[in-house]
């Protein structure tokens, strides 16, 4: 979909907001909750707009980082953190697929561990993989996105 449609417009108002200052936790959590709502209103998630997707995920992976001021949550190790999701991939096929995405990305489902404990917590050693954890980059981004 394209144009003005609902999620178009939640994306571009973030964005203005993005542009202008930079945006406080709870902020953020008050633009994630608007655009839980925005997505919660379509019946299939092919009618969402992949932009939308995009910035409700990466806004609920940002807001839970500086929440947990970067550390893993069990040893507050601050190296090689990951994002470990309290609802699991498993749940996708019980539930309605818009509600699914909607809360296994919201904030407060998430948690952030270092790849140790998150391998611990999923009994996988495949998950010892430097791939998995989240970038200096990114991190950084997140520190300039919400002034830290």
Same mark, same amino acid.
């Given at each position: 979909?394209?144009?003005?449609?609902? !999620?178009?417009?939640?994306?571009?108002?973030?964005?203005?907001?993005?542009?202008? $200052?930079?945006?406080?936790?709870?902020?953020?959590? @008050?633009?994630?909750? /608007?655009?839980?709502?925005?997505?919660?209103?379509?019946?299939?998630?092919?009618?969402? =707009?992949? !932009?939308?997707?995009?910035?409700?995920?990466?806004?609920?992976?940002? @807001? @839970?980082?500086?929440?947990?001021?970067?550390?893993?949550?069990?040893?507050? *190790?601050?190296?090689?953190?990951?994002?470990?999701?309290?609802?699991? $991939? =498993? *749940?996708?096929?019980?539930?309605?697929?818009? $509600?699914?995405?909607?809360?296994?990305?919201?904030?407060? +489902?998430?948690?952030?561990?270092?790849?140790?404990?998150?391998? +611990?917590?999923? !009994? +996988?050693?495949?998950?010892?993989?430097?791939?998995?954890?989240?970038?200096?980059?990114? @991190? =950084?981004?997140? /520190?300039? $996105?919400? !002034?830290?």
């Amino acid at each position: 979909m394209r144009g003005n449609t609902p !999620g178009n417009i939640v994306v571009s108002i973030m964005k203005k907001k993005l542009s202008k $200052r930079t945006m406080t936790i709870y902020e953020a959590i @008050i633009e994630q909750k /608007k655009m839980a709502s925005v997505i919660g209103s379509y019946e299939k998630m092919h009618q969402i =707009d992949g !932009g939308l997707k995009c910035a409700y995920s990466c806004l609920g992976t940002d @807001i @839970i980082m500086a929440l947990m001021e970067f550390k893993c949550e069990k040893c507050e *190790n601050d190296e090689d953190i990951t994002i470990h999701h309290l609802i699991t $991939r =498993d *749940n996708r096929l019980f539930v309605n697929p818009v $509600r699914y995405f909607v809360q296994r990305h919201y904030f407060a +489902n998430m948690g952030i561990l270092c790849i140790k404990h998150h391998s +611990n917590f999923h !009994g +996988n050693d495949n998950l010892e993989n430097p791939t998995l954890s989240l970038s200096k980059a990114r @991190i =950084d981004k997140v /520190k300039k $996105r919400f !002034g830290i």
